[in-house]
Nanobody
Framework: QVQLVESGGGLVQPGGSLRLSCVAS????????MNWYRQAPGKQREFVAG???????NYADSVKGRFTISRDNAKNTVYLQMNSLKPEDTAVYYC??????WGQGTQVTVSS
């Protein structure tokens, strides 16, 4: 049974930073692609960033240069470092396993 548990969300002012974490269990973490998605109120869920087992990364254009995805295979954890946050980054952020498993989400609110 794959389980994904996110943490690290919260309220931050514009220009601030947050780091999200997703701890995975129930499978061979290191060989799978892991992604972050987000869903803002009234909008569809959208891709934010992904990282392969070989540590290749890709990002949505809206977050390039501001967000960094990484993984620690020894800890079965994927991270999303978010810098220079904007109000439009406000959303529930979800961890995703390439085979379609999702975490419960963590709320990120960017507001002054």
């Amino acid at each position: 049974q794959v389980q994904l548990v996110e943490s690290g969300g919260g309220l931050v002012q514009p220009g601030g930073s947050l780091r999200l974490s997703c701890v995975a269990s129930g499978y061979a973490f290191r060989i799978y692609v892991m992604n972050w998605y987000r869903q803002a109120p009234g909008k569809q869920r959208e891709f934010v960033a992904g990282i392969t087992g070989a540590f290749t990364t890709n990002y949505a254009d809206s977050v390039k240069g501001r967000f960094t995805i990484s993984r620690d295979n020894a800890k079965n954890t994927v991270y999303l470092q978010m810098n220079s946050l904007k109000p439009e980054d406000t959303a529930v952020y979800y961890c995703n396993h390439q085979n379609g498993f999702w975490g419960q989400g963590t709320q990120v609110t960017v507001s002054s």
